[in-house]
């Protein structure tokens, strides 16, 4: 049997952990830019609750960028309300082992949750998320994609389920899973799952793990990059994707310096 | 004399353990336009990706020669700085990078040492116009939802921008409508000088009318079959190649 996560409900965590709240009513929040909150440094369990009442609209980024030799798991709830929207990025970049459970209670007719999820692994860090969307009622949506890199000796587990009761129909969900693998030492999981209860629904799922793709590596040669910085340059196209849609651009800009992905600008 | 611009010498390839191309000749002379026409699956593409360096595409024998210097054995970034440009039938796309980014790098790869990197947005900007390409597309991933001619015109603008000596031209007019078609040829005819060589492998005679061919080749099983001047494309667009490979 494979280990589907880095942490299970049971471990126990060395830190003190933490609980953050937001709860949401109608019109958007923050009315500017996004919520931007950080996973607290101090190793243990963290919980966060994101309640979306009727017809709120949230942006939020979810950060771990712990210092090296922390350990944590995270645990997200989202309950989405009748016609609320959710836009979450999700990103695992520091500690030793970090894992991330988001659980979505899509509860509320017209309810819409996107997620993005990046798992940056390098060194011999190990992440892992587990995403389960469950949705209860009709005329719901919800989208969850996840980019994992996983470099030297690093791991990185996803797990994604989408559940669609009975009681959804019309419901759209859908979740997609890119891993980049740049080492042969390093260990890339992915578990994607569906489970429909009702017929009238519109799914999809893929998984796809690849190292560098090498026509690519090609395409910027014949343009006079060397390999080295092509390569680069293709390692920070793929961290910048989940980000690219991030609407605040002084928080997307901070994290792709962070990330080391910044991008000269055009104009 | 001085040696030619280019010459691909008896060469022969395999990719995938098939040998594919079965002793390629061919001279391009400074000022030069050679076009290759022939059928689908006979090896066109193959020898755009080998002149270019591509890994998978293994030379068995034979060598390519840029100004005199065989580069048969150098790698596709120093045959770029050797001003030798592959417009790809297929352009690659890559997620999360930029065409900004992209012209950067490649430019500065390229021509640095030649123009001021300061100076890069200026020229971008003023080949945009030239191609019609908006300058939304600087900010978009490099080549990920673009049309066929959207690619197309990105590939005329890198050669532009890029200055070879030397272009190969993959079916560069494929996919575009009439439009494109002109905007792209027209690029690539004022492109054209006296110091400069372009191989350009087209299957229509409609992009040889605005970039007129001095030598025509018909390509075929991997070789040159047959060559000889502009008529020779008109001829191939009425007959078709039955009488060249029969022969
Ligand atoms: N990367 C490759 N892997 C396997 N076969 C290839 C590859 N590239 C070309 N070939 C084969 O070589 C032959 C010539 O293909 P290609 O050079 O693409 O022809 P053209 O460009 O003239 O249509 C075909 O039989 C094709 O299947
Ligand atoms: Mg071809």
Not at chain 1, 45 to 64: F, T
Request: with cysteine; hydrophobic share 40%.
């Amino acid at each position: 049997m494979k280990e589907h996560q880095i942490f299970k409900s049971k471990d126990a965590i060395p830190g003190s952990g933490s609980r953050h709240a937001v709860e949401a009513v109608a019109g958007r929040s923050p009315a500017t830019g996004v919520l931007h909150y950080r996973i607290p440094n101090t190793g243990g369990v963290h919980e966060i609750d994101i309640a979306l009442g009727e017809g709120a609209r949230v942006e939020m980024v979810i950060e771990q960028a712990n210092s090296a030799e922390v350990e944590s798991l995270s645990r997200v709830k989202v309950k989405a309300g009748s016609d609320s929207t959710l836009k979450l990025t999700v990103i695992l970049d520091g500690g030793a082992k970090s894992a991330f459970e988001i659980d979505t209670s899509v509860e509320g007719r017209g309810a819409r949750v996107e997620l993005r999820g990046l798992l940056n692994a390098k060194g011999s860090q190990q992440f892992s998320l587990r995403a389960d969307a469950v949705h209860a009622v009709s005329d719901t949506y919800s989208d969850l994609q996840v980019w994992c890199a996983a470099r030297d000796d690093s791991r990185t587990v996803f797990n994604g389920r989408i559940h669609i009761l009975q009681s959804a129909p019309r419901t759209e969900a859908f979740q997609k899973n890119r891993n980049l693998m740049l080492s042969k030492r390093a260990t890339v999981d992915s578990f994607p799952k569906l489970l429909i209860e009702n017929d009238e629904v519109k799914c999809a799922h893929g998984s796809s793990t690849s190292s560098l793709e090498p026509e690519q590596t090609y395409y910027l040669q014949a343009r006079g990059i060397d390999r080295e910085t092509a390569e680069s340059m293709m390692l920070k196209g793929f961290l910048r994707q989940p980000l690219e849609w991030i609407s605040d651009a002084a928080v997307r800009g901070e994290i792709e310096s962070r990330l080391g992905v910044v991008e000269e600008e055009w104009s | 004399m001085s040696a030619p611009l280019f010459e691909i010498r008896d060469l022969h390839v395999a990719v995938e353990g098939k040998e594919v191309l079965k002793g390629v000749n061919l001279v391009v002379r400074r000022g030069e336009v050679h076009a290759i026409m022939g059928r689908n699956g006979t090896g066109k593409t193959t020898l755009s990706y080998t002149l270019m360096g591509h890994p998978k595409y293994q030379v068995l024998s034979g060598s390519i020669l840029l100004d005199g210097e065989d580069i048969t054995q150098l790698k596709p970034e120093e045959r770029a700085k050797k001003r030798l440009f592959l417009a790809f039938q297929y352009p690659v796309a890559i997620p999360g990078v930029s065409v900004a980014s992209f012209l950067r790098a490649s430019m500065k790869s390229v021509r640095a040492g030649e123009i001021e990197p300061s100076k890069f947005r200026s020229l971008i900007k003023d080949e945009l116009k030239h191609l019609s390409i908006p300058e939304t597309f600087m900010t978009r991933s490099l080549n990920e939802g673009f049309s066929g001619g959207e690619k197309k015109r990105l590939e005329t603008l890198q050669l532009r921008l890029l200055q070879p000596k030397m272009a190969v031209l993959d079916e560069t007019d494929s996919g575009l409508d009439i439009d494109a078609l002109r905007i792209v040829s027209e690029n690539l005819q004022s492109f054209r000088n006296s110091d400069r060589g372009m191989l350009v492998i087209t299957h229509y005679q409609r992009m040889l009318n605005y970039i007129k061919p001095d030598v025509v080749h018909v390509f075929g099983s991997g070789r040159v079959l047959e060559s000889g001047g502009p008529e020779l494309a008109l001829k191939l667009e009425e007959r078709g190649y039955d009488w060249v490979e029969g022969a």
